[in-house]
């Protein structure tokens, strides 16, 4: 006869009493395990997330940068890029130079955001280390342009809209001041 018939229900009752702490522990371990899988997925999944937000929001400054021969003429001057594909600058006039400010000024505003965001997934660092460390090349150079430090040999345009974006930031009121600690930090290395 199977043991289960042999014990009355009471005694079925006494056993599940005895037992009871071993099955809750045993249920709570199973929680943790379960829950800390489901977070540690939700991680993974924000964070290529995220990847897949900087590649269409660089994808997207490569686009419009491309549009727009403005954006295009900032960004070889920011790259110190062959000159002779551009549209030519000189002379440029008063509405040509107005576009040419506006131009470099949404391009570098591009740049920093994306920047921003980088840092911010890489959990606000001192140092873009890892997976980031590319990033931290490119935000070099962009703090060094904004900042003023390798302004030979550009126009005046180009200058006073990396001026007014280094002076925009250090006002302190859109960007984490530690990020703006940070492109300081890299601007002087």
Known sequence: MPIFIQHSAWEWLDTAVRYAPLFNMLVFAAGLIFTWR??????????????????????DINTRTEGNPYRKIAAEYFTNADRSSAIPIA?????EEHKAYWGSRSYFLDLIILILQVWLLAERPTQLRGDFAGWEIVARHVSKEIRGLTYAGKPG????????????????RVYPPNFVKYLDGLARQ
């Open 157 to 172: 345009w180009y200058i006073r809209a990396c001026d007014d974006l280094f002076r925009y930031m250090q006002e302190g």
């Open 91 to 95: 002379p440029i006039g008063q509405d």
């Open 38 to 59: 489901q977070f540690r997925h939700a991680r993974i999944s924000r964070e290529q997330q995220n990847y897949s937000a900087i590649l269409a929001r660089s994808s």
